[in-house]
Structure formats: structure tokens, C-alpha cells
């Protein structure tokens, strides 16, 4: 069968963007990207016609519409047709154009050119399937947040001044958090997924950015697996899933961490928070910070 994935058009307030791209994660998607139409933005994601039925889009739709209602925005509107196989993986992607993230970052989709004269610090992507493209507010909270933590490193530090940084990636989706990290200057990453197409991910982008294999460490897994990769408690840990698994995870996670270990933890919807907050605060965790964009926030932590 030639038409073989299903392609979403979502024409929606741009307020509505961060909680519909969340939204078709949970659903299943497989690619996603957004622009500009006029006042509104138009937001396109593909996922397999096997894996979805008419029915199951039209509960997408209406779950669409109540995410809408609960924060007082306009409905939204879905649209779906059948692509062929061969066009998907490309036609998401000619709607992501480079990215400007926090202070520093810029992501560059790795089938462009990069921008001339640019002085940020350039990662390159191909998400592939995985979770990370640099859209979700989630993402660009956890990058901001490790630019403050690693704002004093540099190469030269990691070198010789200063003990190397190395920190955990739980959950790395694309890798896009490790590559950041390192690229900042961090000495090593250990990148950890439960989907193995994400680990694939992670190490197709470790190539992109000409990252040392020694210092970008991917495997499939979770924490425990983690702890057998690590040779001692890491400086760092960044955590961008969901709520729920952050809280079942926060107990393996502190026993990995040393008196100075810092955590950066998003994929918390607001109302989420304190329930996160009160398992890192019982396990010896102190929230120094908590950093929102729209519905979702991100927990800059530290040992107590």
C-alpha cells in the first residue's frame, strides 16, 4: 500500500503550541513541526496509518478541544490525509528552520546549512523518531538551565583547572541535552533511553556534532542500567520525561548522586510540581529554582 502514514494539520493559537506537540508525543507521532500562519500557527505531525484508526483521531481531536477549553483558548483545528511512505520523513522537516535557544544555543537542523556568522554554540539535529527537536518548551528549559550550570566551564577548565563534569542524561530522546552539555563544556555524558530508537538517535547526532565517542555514552535503558555504565556518582543529572516517571525514578536517581550533584527535571506540567517537588525533597533533593513557559516548568535542584 503506497499511502502508508497519516499526515496532522493543526491550525491553533500559538499559546496552544507547547501542549498540542505534547499532546501528539503521547499520541504516537513520529515527526512534528510548526509555523507561522498569520496571527495563528500551523502545526504538521505524521505517525503510521497500521498504528491509527478514524476513530482514534477523532478522540486526538477531541482531546484537543478540551486542552483548548481548559486554559481559554480557541479550539483548534484538525485536519488528516494519507501520504506516501516515501514523502513523510521528508516533508516535516522542511517546516523546521534553526532555532535560537536561551543565551547561547542555536539548533540547526543537520539537511541545512548553518547560519553565517552565527557565535552561538551549534548543535546539529536529526531527531529521527526520537523526542527533542528544540520545539518543546520543556526542551528549551532544560537548555537554559544547563547553560547556567555549566555557564563557568570551558574546555581549558575541564582540562586543567577544574575537575570534569559529567552527568547523566535519564531519558535522552535525541541526545539533544548530552550534545548541549558537552558542547558547554561538560567532560562526559551517559545517555540512557528506554526506546532503542532514541539510543539509535543519540548516536547518529553524537556523530553530527563531531562529538568524541568517549565523552557521548548511549545505552538502552533506565537508571539501572546507568549504574552499571558509571565508574562513581555523577556531578549532574538532567531528566526531561514526565512527572509520574520522575517521581518513580528520583529514589534510583539520588543513589547515584554525590553531596554536590546538581538535577535539572522538566516534563512537569504546572500543576505537577509539587507532587515532584515533594518526592526530590524527601529523598535529600532541594529545589533552588522553578522555571515555567506556559503550562509546563522545569526544577533546578541540588543535594540538600
Request: net charge negative; proline share 5%; charged share 20%.
Amino acid at each position: 500500500m503506497a499511502n502508508t502514514w497519516w499526515e496532522l494539520q493543526i491550525l491553533c493559537e500559538p499559546d496552544l503550541e507547547d501542549s498540542i506537540f505534547w499532546r501528539l508525543e503521547s499520541f504516537g507521532c513520529r515527526g512534528t513541526a510548526s509555523e507561522d500562519k498569520g496571527d495563528s500557527s500551523l502545526v504538521r505531525a505524521y505517525l503510521p496509518s497500521f498504528q491509527t484508526q478514524l476513530l482514534d483521531l477523532a478522540a486526538l481531536s477531541l482531546w484537543l478541544r478540551q486542552d483548548a477549553l481548559c486554559v481559554g483558548l480557541e479550539i483548534p483545528s484538525l485536519h488528516w490525509q494519507l501520504i506516501d511512505e516515501e514523502d513523510w520523513a521528508s516533508s516535516w522537516k522542511q517546516y523546521w528552520t534553526p532555532q535560537e535557544i536561551g543565551d547561547r544555543f542555536l539548533i540547526n537542523p543537520a539537511w541545512l546549512p548553518l547560519p553565517e556568522g552565527t557565535t552561538r554554540v551549534v548543535i546539529r539535529l536529526d531527531p529521527g523518531v526520537a523526542f527533542g527537536t528544540g520545539n518543546h518548551a520543556t526542551t528549551q528549559l532544560c537548555l537554559e538551565s544547563l547553560e547556567m550550570r555549566l555557564s563557568e566551564l570551558s574546555y581549558a577548565d575541564v582540562a586543567s583547572q577544574r575537575e570534569p563534569v559529567i552527568i547523566a542524561d535519564i531519558g535522552c530522546g535525541s541526545g539533544i541535552l548530552s550534545v548541549g552539555a558537552l558542547l558547554l563544556g561538560a567532560a562526559k555524558a551517559y545517555a540512557v533511553d528506554t526506546d532503542p530508537l532514541a539510543v539509535q538517535s543519540t548516536l547518529s547526532n553524537r556523530t553530527l556534532n563531531n562529538v568524541n565517542p568517549e565523552r557521548l555514552i548511549p545505552a538502552e535503558g533506565s537508571v539501572e542500567v546507568l549504574q552499571k555504565m558509571i565508574e562513581k556518582p555523577v556531578d549532574g543529572i538532567v531528566c526531561n520525561i514526565l512527572a509520574d516517571v520522575i517521581i518513580d525514578l528520583v529514589p534510583q536517581m539520588s543513589a547515584i548522586a554525590k553531596p554536590t550533584t546538581w538535577g535539572i527535571f522538566s516534563g512537569i506540567l504546572l500543576e505537577q510540581s509539587k507532587a515532584v517537588a515533594d518526592v526530590l525533597e524527601q529523598n535529600g533533593w532541594v529545589v533552588a529554582t522553578l522555571w515555567k513557559r506556559k503550562e509546563w516548568c522545569c526544577l533546578n535542584v541540588r543535594r540538600s
